[in-house]
């Protein structure tokens, strides 16, 4: 008798203990719960403020770039649409596409239902911007310039979509990585380097563009570094004088023959009379997103090796 008093009390014990465990399951759910649904706010590149009821939890990505930071900012489940041409990370590649910069189809965006667009200002024509702002779907607008650029834009993207610890985690690495780079490179011998964007007409950038940061970081002088816009065309004349000891472009090894045009200058370019090219994977150097880094580095090396 004694033995099953012991046994009931034990058995009475465990049913208010669980009861008790079930009290505190159910009140940090609710704890989880009231936190997602609390208002998330941010402000963009232009200076828009963007505040939102609760995390994004349907979000369009239009550009590769940001559809690799919102992945990378822990947010990858609430992407339910992208823009054309993305296709890293590989579950990208399974997403409806929704048009790009240019040509934006608005009817499929609008049947995805979205909370939250995440544009690329620059790269995004003002007709398409304003159809898409006339859905009255709140837009978070980037403008990307610098490595720091990036981390900013990942931490925002996380707070938009209630992610901050992973995106201040991908943020601080970033930065950490691109530190260390910089050291690495540091003082090292200047070496003149012309970055072409386009080849018919013959393109280039700027000192203000995020590819130029890159180049002086590894010790190169972007040898167009004071042109007035972004990214402009620029005379065969202009760039032979400017003579180059490295040409870096962005592309596929079947892109070879861009860099073909300088060839009739062998005696006058010392990157075309060295035969000093870097022909850089378009997807890290020439996306403004958290693999850039990896991308500078095959820049560096190419530099580098001019030395």
């Not at 989880?32 to 505040?51: C, E, F, K, Q």
């Not at 590989?90 to 939250?116: C, F, H, M, S, T």
């Not at 003002?126 to 837009?139: G, Y």
């Not at 972004?230 to 000891?245: G, N």
Request: charged share 20%; with cysteine.
């Amino acid at each position: 008798m004694r033995g099953g008093g012991v046994v009931q009390f034990q058995a009475e014990d465990a049913g208010a203990g669980g009861m008790r465990a079930a009290a505190f399951v159910l009140a940090a759910l609710l704890a989880v719960t009231a936190a997602h649904a609390a208002p998330v706010s941010t402000t963009d590149d232009l200076g828009n403020t963007i505040t939102l009821p609760q995390p994004a939890r349907r979000v369009v990505s239009l550009a590769p770039h940001l559809t690799e930071l919102a992945y990378a900012a822990g947010g990858g489940a609430a992407l339910v649409g992208v823009g054309r041409y993305g296709d890293y990370p590989a579950a990208v590649r399974k997403l409806p596409q929704v048009g790009d910069a240019y040509a934006l189809n608005l009817e499929a965006i609008a049947a995805l239902k979205p909370d939250l667009v995440l544009l690329w200002g620059s790269g995004t024509n003002e007709r398409a911007k304003a159809q898409l702002r006339a859905l009255r779907i709140p837009v978070y607008e980037s403008e990307i310039r610098s490595v720091e650029g990036i981390a900013s834009a990942l931490r925002a993207i996380g707070a938009l979509l209630g992610t901050e610890p992973a995106a201040q985690a991908a943020a601080g690495q970033l930065q950490l990585d691109w530190q260390s780079l910089g050291e690495q490179y540091a003082k090292r011998a200047p070496v003149r380097v012309f970055y072409q964007l386009w080849h018919e007409p013959l393109m280039t950038l700027n000192g203000e563009h995020l590819i130029s940061s890159a180049i002086a970081t590894c010790g190169g002088v972007n040898v167009f570094a004071t042109l007035p816009t972004l990214t402009s065309t620029v005379s065969w004349e202009a760039a032979v004088k400017a003579d180059p000891q490295l040409i870096a472009t962005a592309g596929a090894q079947a892109d070879d023959a861009h860099l073909e045009g300088w060839q009739r200058f062998s005696s006058r370019v010392s990157a075309v009379r060295d035969g000093r090219y870097a022909l850089l994977p378009g997807e890290l150097i020439a996306r403004m997103g958290p693999r850039f880094v990896l991308g500078a580095r095959q820049l560096c090396e190419a530099i580098d090796k001019v030395r």
